[in-house]
């Protein structure tokens, strides 16, 4: 490394990814800040219903772009509705549950919210078609987003005042997006690849306006193909992937965002409940992080960078999971960050 990097996030730090299950907000705010002390997050509670995923969050968030179900899923509407008013409250509630519960805290607390691209890519127009099909809809949606994060990250450090915000935004459909791969309204055909150009150039506006509002910007991306230096020449500090999907054929994009000074956000433990052989290597914290391990001597960076530049966490959100998983899935990447500071080559 030609220059040293300093990173929003305590060495050895380990995260959730986003989703956790059950529906009391108090039980798991409570829950996350107790496991994950050095980078809690904001959880998301799908099991309540409409409007308390990830995309219902943060369609709560759009200014002046109201949405509503339908039976293929979310649609542009014309005035908000009971869904969307569904989604203010179940925000409302699990502001209220950090607020009580993290007020005082005083490190790095990451919020999610759906990317403009995985909205695009699973909202629908009135038409019945994904507004990614539409580069006027688009553009539209970016700015509403744009708005309603940023007032939404304005609310979050109001709540918990002594908190470093970071800010995952979570972009699970971009890999379709950029391909062609999501499928049209009839089923029968595929929508056009979007311009790389034009998916870099929203990316990068959003990532720079989290900045100048003093927050960290991050990216999740768990599908296969994640267009790691895209999102780094975003602007992402912090890059979440799924440890399983990364391969030698990632190493040189991973080594340049690395050494450019941007995080990993890796995930190592499966987000949903293990097969016999997953728990038994889930049990030992150094076969948890053995793929890390093998990534950082592909790469040929120093082990002292390791403990820094990575964040350990599940594959995914912990929705799907037990309440037991859930619990044993956030142990098994706290003590695997740990092992990576303690142990980083072996």
């Known amino acids: 490394m030609s220059e040293e990097h300093s990173y929003p996030w305590p060495a050895a730090s380990a995260t959730g990814v ?81 607020t009580e519960h993290a007020r005082d805290f005083t490190g790095t607390l990451k919020i999610q ?51 470093r915000l970071l800010v995952q935004v979570d972009e699970p459909s971009l890999p379709a997006v950029l391909t062609g791969s999501l499928p049209t309204a009839s089923g029968f055909g595929r929508l056009p690849a979007v311009d790389r150009v034009r998916v870099e150039e929203v990316l990068r506006v959003l990532f720079s306006a989290i900045a100048g509002a003093g927050a960290v910007p991050a990216v999740h991306c768990c599908a296969e193909g994640a267009p790691v230096d895209l999102l780094r020449r975003s602007g992402a500090r912090l890059i979440g992937l799924d440890a399983a999907l990364l391969g030698r ?18 995930g190592v433990v499966p987000g949903a409940d293990p097969t016999p052989a997953q728990a038994r290597r889930m049990s030992d914290p150094a076969a948890t992080v053995s793929s890390v391990r093998e990534l950082w001597n592909r790469l040929g960076i120093g082990p002292e960078l390791l403990t820094r530049a990575v964040v350990t966490t599940p594959s995914c959100g912990l929705a799907g999971a037990s309440p037991g998983h859930a619990r044993q899935a956030l142990k098994a990447v706290r003590d695997g960050a740990r092992v990576l500071r303690d142990e980083p080559r072996r």
């Open 249 to 266: 054929r990632h190493d040189e994009m991973l080594g340049t965002a690395v050494e450019a000074g941007t995080g990993l956000m890796l």
């Open 18 to 98: 986003g989703s956790w299950p059950g529906e009391d907000p108090d039980e798991a705010v409570r829950t996350i800040l107790g496991e994950l002390p050095d980078l809690p997050h904001l959880p998301e509670l799908p099991a309540r219903g409409v409007g308390a995923d990830m995309l219902g969050r943060t369609l709560g968030l759009l200014v002046d772009m109201p949405a509503e179900v339908q039976p293929s899923g979310w649609r542009v509407a014309d005035t908000p509705g009971r869904d969307l008013g569904r989604a203010h409250s179940f925000l409302s509630y699990d502001l209220d549950a950090l």
């Open 113 to 163: 919210a759906a990317g403009p691209w995985t909205l695009a890519g699973t909202v629908e127009l009135r038409s019945g078609q994904r507004m990614v099909a539409d580069p006027g809809a688009c553009r539209d949606l970016a700015e509403s987003h744009l708005e309603g994060l940023l007032a939404h990250i304005a609310e979050v450090g109001r709540r918990v005042p002594g908190a």
